[in-house]
T-cell receptor, first 118, second 112 residues
């Protein structure tokens, strides 16, 4: 069965510090997809990024960057120069094809609560 | 924003009563999902649908049933609500393949 572990339950940083959120996954499939979602205090879930298992290229989007390493089954998320608006719960998720119906089911980690202190 | 509407947004009810939550989409996506979010557990899949009248169980399906009579609507029913079903419920939709799921704004359900 697939599993996602976010070992950091809560992190606090001072504004402008860099912070990395860890995500480790387990899967027996060779084809899978990894996602990060953000849940701000208002409660909605916002999609941030998707990465497939064939693409280990790191990605940068503004202050956000993601480091995918298949060798360590990790998909870590770094926020550079953090801001108060980055305060949220961040979820890492893993998706495999569910062969019975062809749907993709997400398995979520338990989330990391990031607090950015001004 | 993906066109997903959950109703009601908040509900308080008593143990033993039936409860139905509705998810409505305007995106014509094939796949629809119901999750629950609880502290310390992240989001867990309850049921999902891969087409009209096609549904299947997720990780935490006990005590829940679903129905999908048309593409745009996915209903989650608690036949006899229990306090352990107090949670925030999220509906999500997805396209074919590996596209990301997009979520509704959630329903906060309290069962007293």
């Amino acid at each position: 069965a697939q599993k996602v572990t976010q070992a950091q339950t809560e992190i606090s940083v001072v504004e402008k510090e860099d912070v990395t959120l860890d995500c480790v996954y387990e899967t027996r499939d060779t084809t899978y997809y990894l996602f990060w979602y953000k849940q701000p205090p208002s409660g909605e879930l916002v999609f941030l990024i998707r990465r497939n298992s064939f693409d280990e290229q790191n990605e940068i989007s503004g202050r956000y960057s993601w480091n995918f390493q298949k060798s360590t089954s990790s998909f870590n998320f770094t926020i550079t120069a953090s801001q108060v608006v980055d305060s949220a719960v961040y979820f890492c998720a893993l998706s495999e094809v569910y062969s019975g119906a062809g749907s993709y089911q997400l398995t979520f980690g338990k989330g990391t609560k990031l607090s950015v202190i001004p | 924003d993906a066109g997903i509407t959950q109703s009601p947004r908040h509900k308080v009810t008593e143990t033993g009563t039936p409860v139905t939550l509705r998810c409505h989409q305007t995106e014509n996506h094939r796949y629809m999902y119901w999750y629950r979010q609880d502290p310390g557990h992240g989001l867990r899949l309850i049921h999902y649908s891969y087409g009209v009248k096609d549904t299947d169980k997720g990780e935490v399906s006990d005590g829940y049933s679903v129905s999908r009579s048309k593409t745009e609507d996915f209903l989650l029913t608690l036949e006899s609500a229990t306090s352990s079903q107090t949670s925030v419920y999220f509906c999500a939709i997805g396209q074919e393949g590996n596209q990301p799921q997009h979520f509704g704004d959630g329903t906060r359900l309290s069962i007293l």
